[in-house]
């Protein structure tokens, strides 16, 4: 198959309208062609006017391990274009850079979740160039978690940079796909295309919204695999919890464990309170020590999320649910865990709000975590409903 870069770079006519542009490159570590070349050096070598790029969280070069790490402006050392930053002093565009370019291509790698900050920064770069007068070019790429969608919506005014929008947590589209909906939903005038893929298959196996031919390159530095993006809608739940996620180790956002629990109860009691979540994945019990964040140096008894292999079912995997299903069972066989960060840790920058709540856009899921009453059913009461209206949602706008 053929991504979006693939296709502007073999087929001149798709890049006939830059002729004679300024253009910009929003763009990461995984932003490369079929043969990995990165994007700036393959436009640049196919005769695009690159005037300026741009960085979401982690920077162009991806070298930012952790959250909340800023990354600076620069000028790239190679091609001496100006290097600005989405993630430093500044999250959106500035009136300053966006006179840099007529033009900007957007070759962002996705996990398909609300909470992964690209799809943010894909909405504050169209809505600053629906101010100034840009054209946004999306060069698109598969969505790695495919096709279904799981979570609920984004409750009103707990909007973040970790929730642009009342989205779903696992939402089903490719960056193409999502700035379509943006535009539509908030209303934008702006010159937009997407560059669509070639043969990409999201509801065929062994690969689904990942074709197995194609290398993986960290989108983010914790982004290691297409298990970790397959997992990433539950698991990154835990940076809202006192649990550790596996940062400072090798299989981050995949696991999840602390020194005082007991890995092998947790997936019994899992299996015991809603096995019917636990479809599509294996669980299998570890024990990890990370070297740096939550729980270093100490000997974690852990869960890993098994995405992959035999045991992987796309249609049935439930990340969110499961990683929820792991609080839950915390909470019966630890009842006064403390399961949650407070809010002196202000997760990206928000104040006087739980980071579990900020990742959730809502506190629907923590409180039924710590309601010793609430089963299963009561969260999927919740969900079900917000699932089924994003699917109708969204509908329309799917490319592929």
């Known amino acids: 198959m053929s991504f979006g870069i693939d296709r502007l770079l073999a087929d001149p006519a798709l890049r006939k309208p830059l002729a004679g542009q300024r253009v910009a490159l929003l763009a990461h570590p995984a932003s490369v ?22 960085g979401p969280q982690h ?51 996705d996990l398909g979740c609300r909470i992964y900050t690209y799809v943010t920064t894909l909405l504050y770069m169209l809505e600053a160039a629906a101010q100034h007068g840009k054209a946004v070019w999306v060069l698109d790429r598969p969505n790695p978690a495919g096709r ?14 970790v929730g ?16 379509r909906w943006f535009i539509r ?49 539950g698991t990154v739940m835990v940076e809202g919890a006192t649990l550790s996620e596996g940062r400072g180790t090798t299989r981050p956002l995949e696991i999840f464990g602390a020194p005082d629990i007991d890995a092998k109860a947790v997936i019994a009691e899992m ?9 599509g994945c ?8 990370p070297t740096f964040h939550k729980h270093v140096g100490q000997l974690c008894s852990g869960v890993h999320i098994h995405a992959e292999g035999s045991w992987y079912d796309d249609p049935a995997f439930q990340p969110w649910r499961a990683q929820a299903l792991g609080f839950k069972a915390i909470r019966s066989l630890y009842p006064d865990y403390p399961i949650w960060r407070g809010t ?35 969260l999927d009461a919740l969900a079900l409903p917000d699932e089924a209206a994003w699917r109708d949602e969204i509908s329309d706008l799917l490319i592929y």
Not at 35 to 51: E, K, Q
Not at 74 to 93: A, I, K, Q
Not at 213 to 223: E, G
Not at 271 to 279: G, I, T, V
């Open 33 to 54: 062609s079929a043969d990995l070349t990165h994007s700036l050096d393959a436009l640049v070598a196919a005769g695009v006017n690159v005037t300026a790029v741009f």
């Open 59 to 109: 920077g162009v070069r991806g070298d930012l391990q952790d959250n909340m790490m800023e990354s600076p402006d620069f000028t790239d050392p190679v091609h001496g274009v100006p290097c600005f930053s989405l993630y430093g002093e500044v999250r959106r565009p500035t009136g300053q850079s966006m006179h840099t370019f007529d033009a900007v291509l957007i070759d962002l790698q």
């Open 148 to 161: 279904p969608v799981e979570g609920i919506l984004l409750r009103p005014g707990c909007e973040s940079f």
């Open 164 to 179: 642009a929008a009342p989205m779903v947590m696992r939402h089903g589209l490719t960056m193409g796909e999502m700035g």
């Open 185 to 233: 939903h908030f209303n934008l005038d702006v010159d937009y295309r997407v560059i669509e893929m070639e043969g990409w298959a999201p509801a065929v196996g062994p690969g689904f919204g990942w074709p197995t031919d194609r290398v993986w390159i960290n989108p983010s530095p914790n982004a290691a695999n297409v298990n970790m993006a397959r997992a990433y809608a």
């Open 271 to 279: 299996q015991r309170l809603a096995p019917q979540w636990l479809a």
């Open 282 to 289: 294996k669980l299998r019990d570890i024990w990890f020590q």
């Open 344 to 378: 002196d840790f202000k997760y990206e920058y928000t104040d006087d709000v739980l980071a579990i709540d900020v990742i959730n856009g809502g506190s629907d899921l923590r409180l039924w975590v710590d309601d010793a009453g609430a089963v299963a059913g009561d």
